[in-house]
């Protein structure tokens, strides 16, 4: 199967694709407390998905715009859909489909980056792309997995990672420090919030194919979510962590 429709049907459930509640994601938007650094305030978030976070800042950002960057055309649909369906968020918000690490349009006072730093070759590269894109006292929101300890075989392979491709999270914090920036609030994903997550996930797509799918399409999307399981359940559950940071830049 496709793999962005895929992640479009996977994600109907909890459409944040990645593991935090709506309660921590609203808590880490308030807590971005942006200053006004521009006259007109504007917010960039490079890898979309289907818009959660962008459309839920802003709600709570009201007379902020936003422009959302991802490559996935069944993500952007949802996202353009759910803009339209909000009213006084349809003249606000533009969804492009653009590679988020050639995208360029400007500077924000805001740049999020959640879950998608592999589309700039990892976590270094992604700090340094986001501040072209930041103003001068600007926040940035983003989100990245670490390990919780070494990680055994089971869960490198689950994941599809290579040793040292991940931090642990005190090497996160530190990376993220030797990229200039301080981080002012954080979350750090708890194990229901991972549950809730992967359950979802699987859920969703085991719906999916039982309830909506042809054959062939049935069979294929059962045996993703069987995969995607066993990779979870047997694999880097309960090793694999995700941190959500609110950064200040603060200079190299
Ligand atoms: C794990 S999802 C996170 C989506 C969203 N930030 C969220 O938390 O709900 C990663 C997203 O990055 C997007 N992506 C991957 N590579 C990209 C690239 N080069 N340019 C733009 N988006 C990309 C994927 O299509 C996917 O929607």
């Known amino acids: 199967m496709d793999r962005a429709l895929v992640s479009a049907i996977a994600h109907r459930r909890h459409p944040i694709a990645a593991p935090v509640s709506e309660e921590s994601a609203f808590a880490l938007i308030t807590g971005l407390e942006p200053e006004l650094v521009s006259d007109s305030p504007r917010i960039l978030d490079l890898g979309c998905g289907s818009g959660e976070w962008l459309l839920t800042a802003l709600k709570v950002l009201p007379g902020w715009d936003g422009i959302g960057i991802d490559l996935s055309e069944p993500a952007l649909d949802e996202a353009r859909r759910k803009a339209a369906a909000e009213h006084h968020l349809r003249d606000r918000v533009r969804f492009e489909h653009s590679d988020a690490a050639t995208w360029t349009g400007g500077r924000f006072d805001v740049v999020i980056c959640i879950g998608a730093t592999h ?70 994903s708890t194990a229901a919030e991972w549950d809730r997550y992967e359950w979802s996930w699987t859920g969703s797509l085991v719906a999916w194919a039982l309830e909506e799918a042809d054959d062939d399409d049935r069979d294929a999307a059962l045996a993703v979510a069987r995969e995607h399981r066993r990779q979870w359940l047997a694999g880097y559950r309960g090793q694999l962590g995700f941190a959500t940071l609110v950064l200040h830049d603060i200079g190299t």
């Not at 700090?127 to 006292?137: E, I, K, S, Y």
């Not at 300890?149 to 420090?177: C, K, N, R, S, W």
Request: no cysteine; aromatic share 8%.
């Open 119 to 188: 589309a700039f070759g990892g976590l270094g590269p992604t700090l340094d792309a986001v501040r072209r894109h930041l103003l001068p006292g600007g926040r940035v929101l983003l989100g990245e997995g670490y390990w919780e300890g070494a990680p055994t075989q089971a869960a490198l392979d689950g994941l599809g990672a290579a040793p040292g491709e991940l931090p642990d999270l005190a090497g996160l914090i530190d990376e993220v420090q030797r990229h200039g920036y301080e981080p002012g609030y954080g979350h750090l």
